[in-house]
DNA sequence: CGGGTTTTTTTGAGTCATTCAAAATAACTC
DNA sequence: GAGTTATTTTGAATGACTCAAAAAAACCCG
């Protein structure tokens, strides 16, 4: 696909997500969808490279949107900020290192939500099951053993 | 136990975790173990009946200190405030109201961590998997037909 | 029990991530 | 191209904590 199929297969996605197309939705999602993983700050960072000049409370409204329509994903593990990624829909799962924070995905074993059935919920209705697992990046346990 | 019994021996829980026996302590162990899922605001007002005068950083510090302890247990959902709990240790696990925030516990299948084992970790080295059940809270089930 | 040391509490300020609100601007509809 | 509504922008405000220094209280010791 060219930039600009991608562009307008974009575009199209927020169309039918009843959203208008605008420059700074453009730019967030190409952001998000090249990387993994990246807050507001981050977003905003990349997002400013091709567009300097969006402010970071644009950045927030953008955000919010995409996920609210469910283009983007939205996490907020323990302890960071709310992070952003481009797979949705496919219930996957998150490691986070107890030590830097850094995020890697999970595929969830099942597949679809929710993944994990609890017994006894207090008459709560379940929908969804999130699954992080907290643990140690590779690099943060070389950094344990000079520690 | 008496009331005097039962003080003793969160004394004596401080002690071996190393710390300190005050007020402020055993007043956030008190008043967590009669609850569940508090949050900062939440054991503050609740300390204050008994100990007016206590300040909520105080509260705050406490509550760190006894969660580095594990003599209290944090859990962070997304879209609120650190909640605090005294169940520690056996790795169970949550359901959060999506509308309300409710939250309760839910008994872990496996007992203990990691109850769930993921397959590829991207080389993490993962020690706990934490679970978060969302759905609909019981009165929330109902509000949902009204509204 | 009283002095000394170290931890804890307290007071007070500061931060970060995020939200709220109103005005200005840009998309889409016709 | 004008009108309507969504979005962006500007600017301020909030909530939930954290940081730091001084005051106070625990614990240790003889």
Known sequence: MTTDEIREAEAERLRSAGLRV??????????????????????????????PGIPLQTVYNVLGDLSAAHLLRRIEPAGSAALYERRTGDNHH???????????????????????????????????AEVTFWGLCTSCQQGEAAA
Chains 1, 2 share one sequence.
């Open 22 to 51: 605008t420059e700074p939705r453009l730019a967030v999602l190409a952001v998000v969808t090249g990387s993994e993983h990246l807050d507001a700050e981050a977003v905003h960072a990349r997002v400013g490279v091709e567009h």
């Open 94 to 128: 998150h490691v986070v290192c107890t030590r830097c924070g850094a995020v890697a995905d999970v595929d969830c074993v099942v597949g679809h939500a929710p993944c994990v059935s609890p017994s006894d919920t207090s008459g709560f209705v379940v929908h969804t």
